[in-house]
T-cell receptor, first 114, second 111 residues
Framework: DAGVIQSPRHEVTEMGQEVTLRCKPI?????LFWYRQTMMRGLELLIY????????DSGMPEDRFSAKMPNASFSTLKIQPSEPRDSAVYFC????????????FGPGTRLTVT | QKEVEQNSGPLSVPEGAIASLNCTYS??????FFWYRQYSGKSPELIMS????GDKEDGRFTAQLNKASQYVSLLIRDSQPSDSATYLC???????????FGTGTKLQVIP
């Protein structure tokens, strides 16, 4: 089975530009998570969806960040406008509803905002 | 108080020794506990899950859970240089699928 797929793997953009990160969860998984990882703050949960519905977006840093999940196989995280402090690795993870709660991570998108 | 706490390390052990990684959590209602391994520049990889008190063994890895004391640990037997990585503890504190991650412990296995 294919794992979680993320694109692009690397993104370099200038401050003020719009950035869109994409994620395809594992087939059959009904929960999807967006994380951000930096050296300073570690792994932070930004938002998660259950059955395509946003459940908790309290980790989204500010209004410049938005996330959507239009169907069970696709999600986007958008930053507009981007700022240098948004530079980080963004991970998408998915899990299957049940008692196990095991999350499986994609390879991540390394974002650099200059 | 952080929800999930780990010593950041680095924890250095000689090759062949047992590495012991510890994690404490604050929510007594937590039910599910995980250990992830993250190599530098890579994504976290799930290596162990544990749901009930006691030990769970998988190859060279043993996860230990003590809910009364609110700690979970990971033992790596016969440590290898390839085990050198950051190990993240994660805890499910109820409510859908959300888990909380610790900041990770960096393990260095010295040949």
């Amino acid at each position: 089975d294919a794992g979680v797929i993320q694109s692009p793997r690397h993104e370099v953009t200038e401050m003020g530009q719009e950035v869109t990160l994409r994620c395809k969860p594992i087939s059959g998984h009904n929960s999807l998570f967006w994380y951000r990882q930096t050296m300073m703050r570690g792994l932070e949960l930004l938002i998660y969806f259950n059955n395509n519905v946003p459940i908790d977006d309290s980790g989204m840093p500010e209004d410049r960040f938005s996330a959507k999940m239009p169907n069970a196989s696709f999600s986007t995280l958008k930053i507009q406008p981007s700022e240098p402090r948004d530079s980080a690795v963004y991970f998408c993870a998915s899990s299957r509803q049940g008692i196990d709660y095991e999350q499986y991570f994609g390879p991540g998108t390394r974002l650099t905002v200059t | 108080q952080k929800e999930v706490e780990q010593n950041s390390g680095p924890l250095s052990v000689p090759e062949g020794a047992i590495a012991s990684l510890n994690c404490t959590y604050s929510d007594r209602g937590s039910q599910s506990f995980f250990w992830y391994r993250q190599y530098s520049g890579k994504s976290p990889e799930l290596i162990m899950s544990i749901y009930s008190n006691g030990d769970k063994e998988d190859g060279r890895f043993t996860a230990q859970l003590n809910k009364a004391s609110q700690y979970v640990s990971l033992l790596i037997r016969d440590s290898q240089p390839s085990d050198s990585a950051t190990y993240l503890c994660a805890v499910n504190s109820g409510g859908y699928q959300k888990v909380t991650f610790g900041t990770g412990t960096k393990l260095q296995v010295i040949p």
